[in-house]
T-cell receptor
Framework: KQEVTQIPAALSVPEGENLVLNCSFTDSAIYNLQWFRQDPGKGLTSLLLIQSSQREQTSGRLNASLDKSSGRSTLYIAASQPGDSATYLCAPALYDDYKLSFGAGTTVTVRA | ETGVTQSPTHLIKTRGQQVTLRCSSQSGHNTVSWYQQALGQGPQFIFQYYREEENGRGNFPPRFSGLQFPNYSSELNVNALELDDSALYLC?????????????????FGNGTRLTVT
């Protein structure tokens, strides 16, 4: 069974700081990993999908890295803004499986 | 492009009742998955439907059942509701080839249905 851990559970930073969100998973036989954003009481918005053959993926101020062999992914958010305040979830997908396994997420607060 | 839509947005039911939640998948998507998210936790996989058949199931009892229709919309049915069924229920759709487990289509989620069981 895939276990996903996200550290820290919560993070509060002043506007403009760079954010580093960590995700670790126990089973490295994944074929991709997605990072999602969730606003309170809302659904999940896909931010980045990084394939197992990739080391990183970038979209605007977001950059996700993947070290499959060590079971780790990191999401970097540059120059944070108050609008980045949300919960961020990572979800690896295993080969020969149909589901995403989620961590509990990191709740980010960016102070103006 | 129409995204994933779920209805209703909120629902209150009494223990022992039955509930049906609905999901319209994103245009062009053929696969629907359902997830349960308890407060403060990550989503947990319930099951997935592809070509109107269940092709994967998480650790949920049989009173959780589903359907996928020819237009790829889907329903989640829960019988004999328990207090612990209170959660946000999320539907996600994707475009899956069905021929490889290495498909890299991202999942697109709806805004969920908040179910409260009293």
């Amino acid at each position: 069974k895939q276990e996903v851990t996200q550290i820290p559970a919560a993070l509060s930073v002043p506007e403009g700081e760079n954010l580093v969100l960590n995700c670790s998973f126990t089973d490295s036989a994944i074929y991709n990993l997605q990072w999602f954003r969730q606003d309170p009481g809302k659904g999940l918005t896909s931010l980045l999908l990084i394939q197992s053959s990739q080391r990183e993926q970038t979209s605007g101020r977001l950059n996700a890295s993947l070290d499959k062999s060590s079971g780790r992914s990191t999401l970097y958010i540059a120059a944070s803004q108050p609008g980045d305040s949300a919960t961020y979830l990572c979800a690896p997908a295993l080969y020969d499986d149909y589901k995403l396994s989620f961590g509990a997420g990191t709740t980010v607060t960016v102070r103006a | 492009e129409t995204g994933v839509t779920q209805s209703p947005t909120h629902l209150i039911k009494t223990r022992g009742q039955q509930v049906t939640l609905r999901c319209s998948s994103q245009s062009g998507h053929n696969t629907v998955s359902w997830y349960q998210q308890a407060l403060g936790q990550g989503p947990q996989f319930i099951f997935q439907y592809y070509r109107e058949e269940e092709n994967g199931r998480g650790n949920f009892p049989p009173r959780f059942s589903g359907l996928q229709f020819p237009n790829y919309s889907s329903e989640l049915n829960v019988n004999a509701l328990e207090l612990d069924d209170s959660a946000l229920y999320l539907c996600a759709s994707s475009s899956w080839t069905g021929s490889s487990s290495s498909d890299n289509s991202p999942l697109h989620f709806g805004n969920g249905t908040r179910l409260t069981v009293t």
